[in-house]
């Protein structure tokens, strides 16, 4: 089967994925096989490729999948051949450790993850847990499903890792892909959105998309916020977003790779003003995001790609091109 593997970190814009032909993967007990339609680009597939975040390589990366399953493995159950179905980060979790017996799988502390610990959705056909497999929206195009798998699901956790209120003030800083799913939850929940990012094309968007204000981290949006997200991996942003928190507000920080926090002063913090990190999801957060993406309804602006054009999607998300989400459409 057609490929996009990995097999030597470096500068995603020298072309870091090699086109190639694998064996088409057998699930084990507990495991489907999926055909892959559509697999989401993500900045944490740029991490990867550019070794910011480790994984053990050769690797098949991708991790917002949208497929149909064509195998099912021994005691798979709830699901048949044929069904719709997505893959996200999480491919599994330990399931007996402290976190997990807690409702915080996201915490896990022996995790495996899709396109890091386990071949992705850059490819034909790969491998998931059945137990981490959601059943996808009935009618959602699988292009448009791809950015949910994580984009949206980690968008839908941070803001409830913000602590955002329905009819509160919410900052958002860069509007990629998750921003501009996020938004759209906010929106629905009455949030006033007030979106912070460098480049205009973006800030048009945000505002087409129905946010109150658009503008530079530097500039004032004239109100305190109540609580915010950043998703871009910029640490130099979260001293200049702490004063723009109204008191007992929370910056969400949604990144799994981020450059060196400069030292800012107490004053900004005070107020119990707090910085959060936002790290993975659970499996609840995901029926809940899929479930109110349907309702809503949410929905991806997309980039589609062939698969042999995934260096050129993540050259595109490295230089900040992408209005929305990149998908690579393989069916």
Same mark, same amino acid.
């Given at each position: ?27 084990? +007990? ?8 559509? #697999? *989401? =680009? @993500? %900045? ?5 490729? &550019? ?32 069904? +719709? ?8 979790? #330990? *399931? =007996? @450790? %402290? ?5 915080? &799988? ?226």
């Amino acid at each position: 089967m057609r490929a996009m593997v990995l097999a030597a970190t470096g500068d995603a814009e020298t072309d870091r994925l090699e086109a190639r032909e694998i064996p088409e993967p057998t699930p084990g +007990a507990g495991e489907i096989a999926i055909a892959v339609e559509a #697999c *989401g =680009v @993500c %900045r944490t597939d740029l991490h990867i490729v &550019e070794g910011e975040v480790s994984a053990e390589i050769p690797l098949v990366p991708g991790h917002q999948v949208a497929g149909r399953v064509s195998k099912v493995g021994s005691g798979a159950a709830g699901l048949r051949e044929g069904d +719709a179905v997505g893959v996200g980060w999480l491919w599994r979790t #330990c *399931g =007996v @450790c %402290r976190f997990c017996t807690t409702e915080r &799988e996201n915490l896990c502390l022996s995790p495996l993850h899709t396109g890091r610990d386990r071949a992705g959705g850059y490819a034909e056909s790969m491998i998931a847990d059945a137990r981490f497999a959601f059943p996808l929206p009935p009618g959602l195009a699988p292009e448009a499903a791809a950015p949910l798998l994580c984009a949206g699901i980690i968008g839908y956790r941070s803001l409830a890792v913000s602590g955002i209120r329905p009819g509160g003030r919410l900052g958002l800083v860069g509007f990629g892909a998750s921003a501009h799913l996020a938004i759209q939850a906010a929106l629905h929940g009455k949030c006033e959105v007030y979106v912070f990012t460098r480049e205009e094309r973006h800030r048009r968007l945000s505002r087409e998309m129905g946010a109150a204000w658009a503008g530079a981290v530097g500039d004032d949006p004239g109100v305190p916020l109540d609580a915010a997200i950043t998703f871009a991996p910029a640490g130099e942003l979260l001293p200049q977003m702490l004063p723009r928190l109204d008191r007992g507000g929370t910056l969400a920080v949604n990144a799994i790779h981020m450059s060196p926090i400069p030292s800012f002063s107490f004053d900004d913090l005070y107020w119990e003003r707090g910085v959060r990190s936002v790290a993975s999801y659970t499996r609840r957060d995901a029926r809940e995001f899929l479930a109110l993406a349907a309702e809503v309804p949410i929905r991806a602006r997309v980039e589609t790609f062939a698969l042999e054009q995934a260096n050129a999607a993540l050259g595109k998300i490295k230089r900040g091109e992408i209005e929305g989400a990149a998908v690579l459409r393989l069916r």
